[in-house]
């Protein structure tokens, strides 16, 4: 059954990864623009992380603006991909509270992330936004403590904003710090420019997300490879401390 948000878009099917081995950390992967749930899975099934439980889900179809109105899975609207483009603030904390929901019900022993990619990846760093804050731009509470993001060729909306709200708030700064954050985007990516990956990461580091990295991939198009998982995989296994990746 799935859950309606404001606008009366349903989100998908949600999949599960259950952990081969202790379940130290559950993770929200997102999928990117017209993709599903169950792709998600597959790709995360097959990292070597027994320690992870995975939560896939699908984001609702909805008409996408820079599409001409088309209809497919996407976790908000978006417009051209641009310096000025418009935040559908909205579709971003309508997607961001649905995620925070299905993380709501997991142990308190056990660490809490979010990953994706594209527009997957907008969401979590978005939602890592949220995290510093204390609440979504609807002005409610943000109630996960979020122990890492992960954002593959992605962006962050309201990128322009964030420093000026992170700066007038201790509490916020001092989140922001804490939260380890890696993004990653190949330089020859079509949809998602490079030089937008790498604004994000900028403005991240200059609102006070002091443990936010940047990884560029040489000749990248916009798909993941096997290597830059890997990597994202070393860094989650360091930054949660999860025992090894047998």
């Not at 990597?231 to 990746?245: A, D, N, P």
Request: some cysteine; hydrophobic content about 35%; glycine content about 12%.
């Amino acid at each position: 059954m799935g859950s309606r948000n404001a606008r009366g878009y349903e989100f998908g099917r949600t999949y599960v990864v259950r952990p081969k081995g202790k379940h130290q950390a559950t993770l929200v992967w997102l999928h990117g623009l017209g993709d599903n749930g169950s792709s998600s899975s597959q790709l995360m099934e097959s990292l070597r992380l027994p320690n992870v439980k995975w939560i896939c889900p699908t984001a609702p179809t909805r008409p996408v603006s820079s599409l001409g109105g088309f209809t497919c899975t996407a976790w908000f609207d978006v417009g051209e991909i641009s310096e000025d483009g418009h935040d559908d603030l909205e579709g971003l904390d309508a997607s961001a509270s649905h995620i925070a929901n299905l993380l709501s019900a997991e142990p308190a022993d056990v660490q809490v992330g979010i990953g994706g990619f594209s527009m997957g990846a907008a969401i979590s760093l978005y939602s890592a936004t949220c995290y510093a804050l204390g609440r979504y731009g609807t002005g409610h509470a943000y109630p996960i403590n979020l122990r890492a993001v992960v954002g593959l060729s992605g962006w962050l909306p309201g990128w322009k904003s964030l420093r000026g709200k992170i700066e007038c708030s201790y509490e916020a700064a001092r989140r922001a710090a804490s939260l380890p954050i890696i993004l990653t985007h190949g330089t020859s990516d079509d949809v998602v420019p490079y030089r937008f990956g790498e604004k994000s990461a900028e403005s991240l580091g200059m609102a006070g997300f002091r443990q936010a990295m940047f990884k560029p991939y040489e000749g990248l198009g916009h798909y993941t490879v096997p290597k830059e998982m890997d990597e994202v995989v070393h860094w989650l296994t360091t930054r949660l401390g999860l025992e090894g990746s047998r």
